[in-house]
Structure formats: structure tokens, C-alpha cells
């Protein structure tokens, strides 16, 4: 009973599939002409790439995989790559990819377990097919099966005994030891084997033929498969054991493989070149370019039309060496012939020239390199450009040490990158580098010239550099078009007509291309900035309907919306714009600061229901600012009740502001100035002294003033009457202030003294009053001078 049921959890284990952990992350990864997606599956799991108009689908059928794309677009920009979503459904799990350009997308598998999507330009040079292998021998694939089929034996044996020893499995009793002829022929390989570690098997090929075998009426004890590869028969559990075939996974496997997956896999750490290996100063003997190549090209082939491994490898660093990468990777593609260090020219030949790298050189591994390896992957953008201080030194120094024809070819790259990580110290040590030996001066050096200048706080001299550039170079004048117009709007400079309408015109011309939507979206950043709003959103809006799956063009037109000023713009095409517009700003909270900003810009102008409008979506969230903001603009639509609601709960100056601003639009100014002066706003507070009637208060407040501060001194004197001042000798000569506070004359005794001081305090005493009621706005506080 036992040996029956250790045979039958063999053959069970035998039947089980191994599988890696799949799924977790995805991960992502930005190159010079390719974005890169990686998914971890395993190599065995069935999958399809499906392409339609704009999105790429990858399709796992019959599985469900947990994938997580929150964190894709962390390290790379949506230039390619607009969204990516998964899955899970009845069918199995999908990961789509929308596509924001017409890029060509192609697959590969990295370290075995890990499946790439890369989303590369049009441009971008596909890799070399590889020449086929020979024919294999049949000597050669007798030795692979055996080495494999043993190999497949001793992970076996391991398995079996792990699983005994977890108490899965009971093993049997040893039987009858096998027979002697198969005893001797595997005792010798069996212990040999045991000695040494598993060889990798090759890739699979057909099962051969089973031998003939003699007809028996007894039931065959090995599994099927076993007996297909020609393996002895056993006669019992033992025998079968000898034959390692399957994998046993127990509760502490699976639980282990579950901690290891959450775990970070450690990143293989790539062998840095030695500078020897790129000692291009040293690939010339002096002698012009081309004599060099035809001397070596007469040489290249020997006999049989056989080309000569040195002197290939000596060809292609000529054509490197004058930056002639094209032709190196052409001769390169012609000659498929291996020799030391092929796949890292070829690397040098493309990076030469600004190309993208093949994914799997030498080169393309964004690790920390020093010197000239570093320098080469930072070029090509596959490395980083300054990784820290220690290995900036090395490279400035291997770049320093190229020819000066060659660091006017390929120094604008390295100072652009430094430049887009923010460097600009290292950018300028790269440029003044470049320019050392007084190079003549390109358009590649004369943009990252511009670029740099800006970058140190002079916008106008690069802007200024790359004007004369697109007036003096017709060739370069597009990409200096494209620089110029984005420093501009970074330094909010407006474009003159003229570089608008060449903006304009590029934007046309690559309709359909990959950089279409760059320009158009540069075009309305453009326009904004020369106060254009209603142009500037027009023209986001056709991008929106021409390339619906960017969310750069949305982004974009919340940012301008938000950033847009109505005195440059104008009240009335800025309200019209904005009030148009409200469908481009999104409910998500990522939108509230421009809700705000725009709701304050909308009560500004006299608009509290377009206000309104767009802050009550944030408002909603329970947001302090968006709240008051709400409710000023009920205040502003004189409905006192709503914004004392919405008010409610809210501290602070602002919030005791706009609550006195609802309790004296209800006409209770003494509670009004009670909360400003709770909140600690005395001088607010006293504003509603006057329309209170707290006249000590309004009498303190309004010292500076004399006519304020006068009548409240009169109205102090009717509320609180105090010893009665002696009669001016001349009323003719008092002021306003004091003729308002001069004793009436007694009438009980009519006289013409008493008629003549009446007259003569009437009149300044009106002009007086006059002023006061000029400046005391209805139904509020008097207007302080």
C-alpha cells in the first residue's frame, strides 16, 4: 500500500508544472529612442501581443495575474507610452498600452523570467539577425539528451528526499537491487554525476523513437515518459527513485516563493569597460580618413573572399574614430564574422551618432560606469549622466582626452543630457571643453550654447542665439525653432509674429508624426504666453480631438487656465475663455489648486456664479480653502444664510472675515465686529464701529481722521454728556472740526450776536456733514481715507 502511494505522488509531482513567481510590478524604463515595459511571467506561460490603431495589447490567456502599473510612468515621460492598464478577466489577464506616437513595438525575454516590451521610434535600427547554428550532430544530441536526462535525475532525487523529510511522502523499503548489466553501465556516470552541478539543458527536441520492446503481460512500474526516452525499466519504488523526473513543492516552497516575490530582486551588477577598450584617440595613425579606409579596405579580404578579423576590427574603428557610425554598423551588417569587442562597436558606432543602442550591448545597461565607459553610455543615454562627483571626474576627463574633431561631434549630446538632470555646472565644464581649442562653431553647439545660457539666468542670449541660428541655417532652423520656443515660455517671454507662425507651420507639417504632438503642444504654451488664451485653448482643443489618448493636451490646458492673468488677457476674454472652458478642468482632486486659482481670478472680476461653478467640486472634498472661496462668492451673490453655512466650523482670519462680511450684509454689525474682534482683528473690527454705533470705538479708531474723529466726538457728547465748553470769541475763525463741536447759541434770548456766531459755525459745520455722508457706502462701514 505504502509503495503504491509513494508511486502514485511520484507520478503526480512528475505531471506538475514549475512555475516563477509572475506578476508584481511593472516596470519601467526610459531610453534615447525607446521606452521599455517589463512584466515578470514565466518563459512556460502562453501569451499574444495584439495590435490595434494607437494601443498594444499583451494577453495571458487562462491565467490570472496580478499586475500593478501604478508606478510605470515614474521614470518614464508619456512621449510614447500614454496609459497603461490590466486586467483580469474570465478569459485570462491583459495588459494594454496606449500608444502617443506611431512607434514600432517589439518584444524580448531578459534573465529568463522577465518579458520586455520596448515602444522604439520608426528610426530606430532594428538588431542584426543572427546567422543560424550548424546542423546538429547526432553524437552531439545523444551527449545533450543524456547530460540533460541525468541532470533531470538528480534535481529528482533532491526533490523526492525534501518532501520524505517534510513528511509529504512515505518512501518504501529498498527492493531488489537492479539488474548487474544496468548497474554497471550507469554506477561509474551515476557517482560522477553526484559530484558535479546540474548543465543547463538545451532547448528541447524531439522525444526519439522508443525501442522495440519485448511483449510482457506485466504492468509497466515506470511513468510512460520515463519509458519513452529508452530508461531501463524498475522493478519497484526503489529503481524508480534512481530516475529523478519530478518536483516536489511543499506548504514551506510556496510559502518561501511568496516572501521571495514581495522581496526586491537584487539588479545584476554589470562589468564597467576598461578605458583601454575605447581608446579612440589611438585608433588613427594621423593619416586623412579616407586614405586610411582605402588602405585598409584593400586589405580586408584574403582568400576565398575571407575577411580578416584584425583588419575588420581595425576598419570599423577608422570609420568610429571620424564619427562615420552609419558606415561602421553598414560594414559591421556586411561582415558577420565575430571578433573581441564586435558588440561593443557596434555600440560605439550608433552612439557616435546619437542613434539609439540595441538593447543587449555592452553599452545599453543604465549602470554607474567610470571614464570611457561612462562617458559612451551617457552620449548614447543609455547611463546616467553625472552619476556622482567621483565618476564625473573620470569621464570629463575621458572626454577631455578625445580628439577635438570628436568632442565637437558628440559633446552637444552629453551637455543636452547634462542639462535635462538639471547639471548645469557639469554642462558648462563639458561645453567649455568642447569649445576649448576654439572649434568652429555648429548648429548641434550652438543650441546647447543657447540652452546652457538660459539655464544660468540669461534666456534673452540664447534666445537671442538660436534667432540667428533659424535666420542663418535652414537646416537646423526646425530644432532651433523648437528650443527657442520653449525657452521663451519657460522664461514667459512671448515669441515675436514670426516664430509663432513658423511654430505654427511645423506643428502642420508633422501632423501624423511622432513629434506632432511636442509642437502642438509647444504651439499653446506659446500662444498663452503672449497673452493668446482663447487661441492657446482653441488649439488644444483640435489637438484633443486629433490625439484623444495624450493627457498632456488636458494637463496642459488646466495649467494655462490656472496661469492665465485677465489684465493681460483682457476681463472679457479671459471670463469668456475660462467660462467655456470648465469641461477641460477635471473633477480630480490633482485639479483643486486650479480651481482655486481660477474661482479667485472669476470673484475678482465680478462673477461669483462662474466662480462658484468651478470651486464647488473641491469644495465638496471638505477643502478649507475652496470652502471660504464658495463661500464668498454666496456673499457676492448677496446670500448671507448659504455662506454662513458653508462657513460653519471654518477658523481662522479669513473665515472671521467673511462671516462679519454675511453678519453685516444681514445688518448685524455689532455681532460683526464682535467675531473680527474674537479672531483677533481689532482693526477690522472697528471698520463696524460706526455702523454699530459704538462711538468710544469709532471716536479711537478714527484719531487720524479729523472729520471722523469730530463726529464721533459729537456723537460721544450726545451719548455721554460731559461739562459744556466755553463759547469761541470769534466762530469765523474755527476749523471744521472744532465750529462742529461749538456750543449753539442760546435762543431762549434772540440776539444779533447769537443769529451772527449761528451763521458763521452753520456753514462749516455743513460742509462738514457733507463730507461724512460722501464717504459712508450704504448699508456698511464708512470708507476709511
Known amino acids: 500500500m505504502i509503495r503504491t502511494l509513494a508511486v502514485a505522488v511520484a507520478a503526480g509531482l512528475a505531471a506538475a508544472p514549475l512555475h516563477a513567481a509572475e506578476g508584481g510590478p511593472i516596470l519601467s524604463g526610459e531610453h534615447a529612442n525607446f521606452s521599455r515595459l517589463v512584466v515578470r511571467i514565466d518563459p512556460t506561460t502562453e501569451w499574444s501581443l495584439e495590435t490595434t490603431d494607437g494601443r498594444v495589447t499583451l494577453f495571458i490567456p487562462g491565467k490570472e495575474i496580478a499586475f500593478d502599473a501604478a508606478r510605470v510612468f515614474e521614470k518614464i515621460p508619456r512621449t510614447r507610452i500614454g496609459a497603461v492598464t490590466t486586467a483580469i478577466g474570465p478569459e485570462g489577464t491583459?495588459?494594454?498600452?496606449?500608444?502617443?506616437?506611431?512607434?514600432?513595438?517589439?518584444?524580448?525575454?531578459?534573465?529568463?523570467?522577465?518579458?520586455?516590451?520596448?515602444?522604439?521610434?520608426?528610426?530606430?535600427?532594428?538588431?542584426?539577425?543572427?546567422?543560424?547554428?550548424?546542423?546538429?550532430?547526432?553524437?552531439?544530441?545523444?551527449?545533450?539528451?543524456?547530460?540533460?536526462?541525468?541532470?533531470?535525475?538528480?534535481?529528482?532525487?533532491?526533490?523526492?528526499?525534501?518532501?520524505?523529510?517534510q513528511g509529504l511522502i512515505e518512501l518504501a523499503d529498498a527492493g531488489p537491487p537492479a539488474p548487474p548489466q544496468a548497474e554497471a553501465e550507469t554506477g561509474a556516470d551515476a557517482a560522477a554525476e553526484a559530484e558535479s552541478e546540474p548543465a543547463e539543458a538545451p532547448p528541447a527536441l524531439p522525444d526519439p523513437a522508443p525501442p522495440a520492446r519485448p511483449e510482457?503481460?506485466?504492468?509497466?512500474?515506470?511513468?510512460?515518459?520515463?519509458?519513452?526516452?529508452?530508461?531501463?525499466?524498475?522493478?519497484?519504488?526503489?529503481?524508480?527513485?534512481?530516475?529523478?523526473?519530478?518536483?516536489?513543492?511543499?506548504?514551506?516552497?510556496?510559502?518561501?516563493?511568496?516572501?521571495?516575490?514581495?522581496?526586491?530582486?537584487?539588479?545584476?551588477?554589470?562589468?564597467?569597460?576598461?578605458?583601454?577598450?575605447?581608446?579612440?584617440?589611438?585608433?588613427?595613425?594621423?593619416?586623412?580618413?579616407?586614405?586610411?579606409?582605402?588602405?585598409?579596405?584593400?586589405?580586408?579580404?584574403?582568400?576565398?573572399?575571407?575577411?580578416?578579423?584584425?583588419?575588420?576590427?581595425?576598419?570599423?574603428?577608422?570609420?568610429?574614430?571620424?564619427?562615420?557610425?552609419?558606415?561602421?554598423?553598414?560594414?559591421?551588417?556586411?561582415?558577420?564574422?565575430?571578433?573581441?569587442?564586435?558588440?561593443?562597436?557596434?555600440?560605439?558606432?550608433?552612439?557616435?551618432?546619437?542613434?539609439?543602442?540595441?538593447?543587449?550591448?555592452?553599452?545599453?545597461?543604465?549602470?554607474?560606469?567610470?571614464?570611457?565607459?561612462?562617458?559612451?553610455?551617457?552620449?548614447?543615454?543609455?547611463?546616467?549622466?553625472?552619476?556622482?562627483?567621483?565618476?564625473?571626474?573620470?569621464?570629463?576627463?575621458?572626454?577631455?582626452?578625445?580628439?577635438?574633431?570628436?568632442?565637437?561631434?558628440?559633446?552637444?549630446?552629453?551637455?543636452?543630457?547634462?542639462?535635462?538632470?538639471?547639471?548645469?555646472?557639469a554642462a558648462r565644464l563639458i561645453q567649455d571643453t568642447t569649445t576649448r581649442p576654439e572649434t568652429a562653431q555648429t548648429s548641434a553647439l550652438t543650441i546647447v550654447g543657447a540652452r546652457l545660457a538660459a539655464a544660468e539666468g540669461d534666456p534673452q542670449a540664447g534666445i537671442h542665439a538660436l534667432s540667428a541660428l533659424i535666420?542663418?541655417?535652414?537646416?537646423?532652423?526646425?530644432?532651433?525653432?523648437?528650443?527657442?520656443?520653449?525657452?521663451?515660455?519657460?522664461?514667459?517671454?512671448?515669441?515675436?509674429?514670426?516664430?509663432?507662425?513658423?511654430?505654427?507651420?511645423?506643428?502642420?507639417?508633422?501632423?501624423?508624426?511622432?513629434?506632432?504632438?511636442?509642437?502642438?503642444?509647444?504651439?499653446?504654451?506659446?500662444?498663452?504666453?503672449?497673452?493668446?488664451?482663447?487661441?492657446?485653448?482653441?488649439?488644444?482643443?483640435?489637438?484633443?480631438?486629433?490625439?484623444?489618448?495624450?493627457?498632456?493636451?488636458?494637463?496642459?490646458?488646466?495649467?494655462?487656465?490656472?496661469?492665465?492673468?485677465?489684465?493681460?488677457?483682457?476681463?472679457?476674454?479671459?471670463?469668456?475663455?475660462?467660462?467655456?472652458?470648465?469641461?477641460?478642468?477635471?473633477?480630480?482632486?490633482?485639479?483643486?489648486?486650479?480651481?482655486?486659482?481660477?474661482?479667485?481670478?472669476?470673484?475678482?472680476?465680478?462673477?461669483p456664479q462662474g466662480a462658484r461653478e468651478m470651486i464647488e467640486p473641491a469644495a465638496a472634498r471638505e477643502g478649507e480653502a475652496a470652502r471660504l472661496l464658495l463661500a464668498e462668492s454666496w456673499l457676492r451673490s448677496r446670500e448671507s444664510a448659504r455662506a454662513r453655512d458653508i462657513l460653519a466650523g471654518i477658523e481662522g482670519p479669513e473665515a472671521a472675515r467673511l462671516t462679519a462680511e454675511a453678519l453685516a450684509l444681514d445688518g448685524d454689525f455689532a455681532e460683526a465686529g464682535a467675531v473680527l474682534r474674537e479672531a483677533g482683528l481689532p482693526e477690522a473690527a472697528d471698520d463696524y464701529a460706526w455702523s454699530s454705533g459704538d462711538w468710544p470705538r469709532a471716536r479711537d479708531e478714527a484719531a487720524p481722521d479729523p472729520e471722523r474723529h469730530a463726529m464721533a466726538e459729537f456723537m460721544v457728547a450726545q451719548t455721554e454728556p460731559e461739562e459744556a465748553r466755553p463759547a469761541s470769541p470769534d466762530p469765523s475763525t474755527l476749523d471744521a472740526e472744532e465750529a462742529f463741536v461749538e456750543p449753539l447759541p442760546g435762543l431762549e434770548r434772540p440776539s444779533l450776536d447769537a443769529a451772527r456766531r449761528l451763521l458763521a459755525t452753520g456753514r462749516q459745520v455743513e460742509d462738514f456733514v457733507q463730507a461724512l455722508l460722501a464717504e459712508t457706502p450704504p448699508g456698511g462701514a464708512p470708507a476709511a481715507n
Open 216 to 425: 510482457s503481460d506485466a504492468a509497466p512500474t515506470l511513468p510512460v515518459a520515463l519509458t519513452a526516452r529508452g530508461v531501463p525499466e524498475a522493478a519497484d519504488l526503489a529503481a524508480l527513485l534512481e530516475h529523478e523526473q519530478i518536483q516536489a513543492t511543499t506548504v514551506f516552497d510556496r510559502e518561501r516563493a511568496k516572501a521571495l516575490a514581495e522581496m526586491a530582486e537584487p539588479e545584476v551588477a554589470v562589468e564597467c569597460l576598461p578605458d583601454d577598450a575605447m581608446d579612440i584617440a589611438r585608433w588613427s595613425d594621423g593619416r586623412p580618413p579616407f586614405e586610411q579606409i582605402v588602405d585598409l579596405s584593400s586589405h580586408l579580404l584574403g582568400e576565398f573572399d575571407a575577411p580578416d578579423p584584425a583588419t575588420l576590427a581595425r576598419l570599423i574603428r577608422i570609420d568610429i574614430r571620424f564619427g562615420l557610425g552609419t558606415e561602421a554598423e553598414a560594414t559591421l551588417a556586411s561582415f558577420p564574422q565575430d571578433f573581441e569587442n564586435r558588440a561593443l562597436l557596434l555600440d560605439l558606432a550608433r552612439a557616435v551618432e546619437g542613434r539609439p543602442l540595441l538593447p543587449d550591448g555592452p553599452l545599453s545597461a543604465a549602470e554607474s560606469c567610470p571614464g570611457a565607459h561612462g562617458l559612451w553610455s551617457a552620449i548614447a543615454g543609455s547611463g546616467p549622466a553625472l552619476p556622482d562627483a567621483e565618476h564625473f571626474e573620470t569621464i570629463h576627463a575621458a572626454f577631455a582626452e578625445l580628439p577635438p574633431d570628436l568632442r565637437a561631434l558628440v559633446g552637444p549630446a552629453l551637455v543636452a543630457r547634462l542639462l535635462d538632470a538639471g547639471r548645469t555646472e
Open 471 to 607: 535666420e542663418a541655417d535652414a537646416a537646423a532652423a526646425p530644432e532651433a525653432l523648437v528650443h527657442l520656443a520653449r525657452l521663451a515660455a519657460d522664461a514667459g517671454l512671448p515669441l515675436p509674429d514670426r516664430h509663432v507662425t513658423d511654430l505654427r507651420a511645423a506643428a502642420l507639417q508633422a501632423r501624423g508624426a511622432a513629434r506632432a504632438a511636442d509642437l502642438r503642444l509647444l504651439l499653446a504654451e506659446s500662444l498663452a504666453v503672449r497673452g493668446e488664451l482663447p487661441d492657446a485653448i482653441a488649439e488644444i482643443r483640435s489637438a484633443l480631438i486629433d490625439l484623444p489618448r495624450d493627457p498632456r493636451f488636458a494637463e496642459l490646458a488646466v495649467t494655462l487656465l490656472a496661469a492665465a492673468d485677465p489684465e493681460r488677457v483682457g476681463h472679457a476674454a479671459y471670463a469668456e475663455t475660462v467660462l467655456a472652458s470648465t469641461t477641460l478642468v477635471s473633477a480630480d482632486p490633482a485639479s483643486d489648486p486650479a480651481r482655486r486659482a481660477i474661482a479667485r481670478r472669476l470673484l475678482d472680476l465680478g462673477l
Open 94 to 165: 491583459s495588459v494594454a498600452v496606449d500608444l502617443t506616437c506611431d512607434c514600432r513595438v517589439s518584444t524580448l525575454f531578459v534573465k529568463g523570467r522577465h518579458l520586455a516590451l520596448d515602444v522604439s521610434d520608426r528610426d530606430a535600427v532594428l538588431p542584426a539577425p543572427e546567422s543560424l547554428p550548424a546542423p546538429e550532430t547526432a553524437e552531439a544530441r545523444d551527449l545533450r539528451e543524456t547530460a540533460a536526462v541525468e541532470a533531470a535525475e538528480q534535481i529528482l532525487l533532491r526533490q523526492i528526499e525534501r518532501a520524505a523529510g
